[in-house]
């Protein structure tokens, strides 16, 4: 009885899992979801993120400085942020 159980509980297993794997091969890639989804979060790690953060980085370095000119300064952030494709993180500028 013990045999039957496993084997069914593998074949379930596998019924589930199957449709996930299946997807994989034929697209190369798997569906993006909510814990892989592309932000202009400074804090994520993914490329988008990475580009934001050193824009913000720059933005802050060069607000420090003692003849700093803040429309240029202002102007170089939203076109980094452009770039990046985040111009939401210099709507307040």
């Known amino acids: 009885m013990n045999k039957y159980a496993l084997t069914a509980a593998a074949a379930l297993f596998l019924a589930m899992t199957a449709p996930s794997f299946a997807f994989d ?3 190369g890639l ?3 979801s909510q814990a892989t989804r592309i932000s ?3 804090h994520a ?3 988008q993120a990475v580009c934001a953060s050193k824009c913000e980085d720059a933005y802050l370095k060069d607000q420090q400085g003692w003849t700093a000119d803040m429309s240029k300064i202002k102007s170089a952030k939203k076109a980094c ?3 990046c494709g ?3 993180n210099s709507k307040g500028l």
């Open 25 to 27: 091969a034929g697209v």
């Open 30 to 32: 798997r569906a993006p």
């Open 40 to 42: 202009c979060d400074t």
């Open 45 to 47: 790690e993914d490329d």
């Open 81 to 83: 942020d452009d770039k």
């Open 86 to 88: 985040c111009p939401q």
